[in-house]
Protein backbone atom coordinates (compact mmCIF):
# COMPACT_ATOMS: atom_id res chain seq x y z
CA UNK A 1 0.00 0.00 0.00
CA UNK A 2 1.08 3.86 -0.56
CA UNK A 3 0.00 6.69 1.61
CA UNK A 4 0.22 10.08 -0.30
CA UNK A 5 0.42 13.29 1.51
CA UNK A 6 -0.01 16.65 -0.70
CA UNK A 7 1.00 20.04 0.49
CA UNK A 8 1.37 23.73 -0.83
CA UNK A 9 -1.48 24.60 -2.16
CA UNK A 10 -2.98 27.93 -1.08
CA UNK A 11 -4.12 31.40 -2.48
CA UNK A 12 -2.50 33.26 -5.09
CA UNK A 13 -2.89 36.22 -7.68
CA UNK A 14 -3.02 35.52 -11.58
CA UNK A 15 0.37 35.44 -13.24
CA UNK A 16 1.45 34.25 -9.37
CA UNK A 17 3.77 30.76 -9.36
CA UNK A 18 3.42 28.06 -7.11
CA UNK A 19 4.11 24.44 -6.34
CA UNK A 20 2.95 21.53 -4.84
CA UNK A 21 4.15 18.44 -3.32
CA UNK A 22 3.44 14.73 -2.25
CA UNK A 23 5.48 12.71 -0.40
CA UNK A 24 4.94 8.99 -0.19
CA UNK A 25 5.31 6.07 2.14
CA UNK A 26 4.77 2.26 2.41
CA UNK A 27 5.96 0.86 -0.92
CA UNK A 28 8.68 1.46 -3.13
CA UNK A 29 8.24 4.78 -5.06
CA UNK A 30 10.33 3.82 -7.77
CA UNK A 31 8.16 1.37 -9.35
CA UNK A 32 4.94 4.21 -9.55
CA UNK A 33 4.12 6.15 -11.89
CA UNK A 34 3.31 9.62 -10.63
CA UNK A 35 1.03 12.09 -11.57
CA UNK A 36 -0.88 15.02 -10.16
CA UNK A 37 -4.84 15.76 -10.90
CA UNK A 38 -7.05 18.35 -10.29
CA UNK A 39 -10.88 18.73 -9.39
CA UNK A 40 -12.91 22.03 -9.40
CA UNK A 41 -16.01 22.33 -7.59
CA UNK A 42 -19.02 20.52 -9.83
CA UNK A 43 -16.25 19.66 -12.37
CA UNK A 44 -15.05 15.98 -13.19
CA UNK A 45 -11.32 14.85 -11.94
CA UNK A 46 -8.94 15.93 -15.15
CA UNK A 47 -5.68 15.32 -15.41
CA UNK A 48 -2.81 17.69 -15.19
CA UNK A 49 0.52 15.97 -15.15
CA UNK A 50 2.30 12.94 -15.27
CA UNK A 51 5.72 11.49 -14.64
CA UNK A 52 7.02 7.33 -15.10
CA UNK A 53 9.52 5.97 -13.15
CA UNK A 54 12.08 6.89 -16.26
CA UNK A 55 11.31 10.58 -16.04
CA UNK A 56 8.75 10.74 -19.38
CA UNK A 57 6.38 13.37 -18.56
CA UNK A 58 3.15 14.36 -19.85
CA UNK A 59 0.69 17.48 -19.36
CA UNK A 60 -2.96 18.50 -20.69
CA UNK A 61 -2.71 21.37 -23.18
CA UNK A 62 -4.27 23.49 -20.71
CA UNK A 63 -0.76 23.58 -18.50
CA UNK A 64 1.63 23.04 -21.12
CA UNK A 65 4.46 25.43 -20.97
CA UNK A 66 3.61 26.39 -17.70
CA UNK A 67 3.48 23.56 -15.32
CA UNK A 68 6.23 21.60 -14.66
CA UNK A 69 6.32 17.97 -13.33
CA UNK A 70 9.32 16.24 -11.48
CA UNK A 71 10.27 13.58 -8.87
CA UNK A 72 12.89 12.50 -6.65
CA UNK A 73 13.16 9.36 -5.88
CA UNK A 74 15.73 9.02 -3.24
CA UNK A 75 13.00 11.47 -1.69
CA UNK A 76 9.64 9.59 -2.58
CA UNK A 77 8.28 12.85 -3.43
CA UNK A 78 6.86 14.41 -6.52
CA UNK A 79 6.49 17.89 -7.42
CA UNK A 80 4.28 20.29 -9.67
CA UNK A 81 5.71 23.70 -10.26
CA UNK A 82 3.09 25.89 -11.44
CA UNK A 83 3.56 29.47 -13.24
CA UNK A 84 1.49 32.30 -14.64
CA UNK A 85 -1.21 31.11 -12.73
CA UNK A 86 -5.12 31.70 -13.75
CA UNK A 87 -8.22 31.41 -12.38
CA UNK A 88 -9.18 28.39 -14.30
CA UNK A 89 -6.21 26.71 -12.11
CA UNK A 90 -8.32 26.91 -9.12
CA UNK A 91 -8.65 23.46 -7.72
CA UNK A 92 -8.14 20.77 -5.35
CA UNK A 93 -4.79 19.29 -6.74
CA UNK A 94 -4.17 15.11 -6.03
CA UNK A 95 -1.43 13.56 -5.93
CA UNK A 96 -2.04 9.52 -7.96
CA UNK A 97 0.57 6.78 -8.15
CA UNK A 98 0.12 3.81 -10.36
CA UNK A 99 2.49 0.66 -10.23
CA UNK A 100 3.86 0.08 -13.30
CA UNK A 101 3.39 -3.83 -12.46
CA UNK A 102 -0.88 -4.65 -12.44
CA UNK A 103 -2.69 -1.69 -11.62
CA UNK A 104 -2.62 -0.54 -7.93
CA UNK A 105 -4.01 2.90 -7.83
CA UNK A 106 -3.33 5.35 -4.94
CA UNK A 107 -4.80 8.95 -4.50
CA UNK A 108 -3.63 11.87 -1.91
CA UNK A 109 -6.11 13.41 0.17
CA UNK A 110 -5.58 17.01 -1.87
CA UNK A 111 -4.35 20.33 -1.39
CA UNK A 112 -6.59 23.32 -2.50
CA UNK A 113 -5.00 25.94 -5.16
CA UNK A 114 -7.15 28.70 -5.59
CA UNK A 115 -5.97 31.73 -8.07
CA UNK A 116 -7.95 34.72 -7.31
CA UNK A 117 -7.47 38.59 -7.72
Known amino acids: QVQLVESGGGLVQPGESLSVSCAAS????????MGWYRQAPGKERELVAT???????NYADSVKGRFTISRDNAKNTVALQMNSLKPADTAVYYC???????????WGQGTQVTVSA
Open 51 to 57: ISNGGTT
Open 26 to 33: GRTFSIYR
Open 96 to 106: NARSIYGDENY
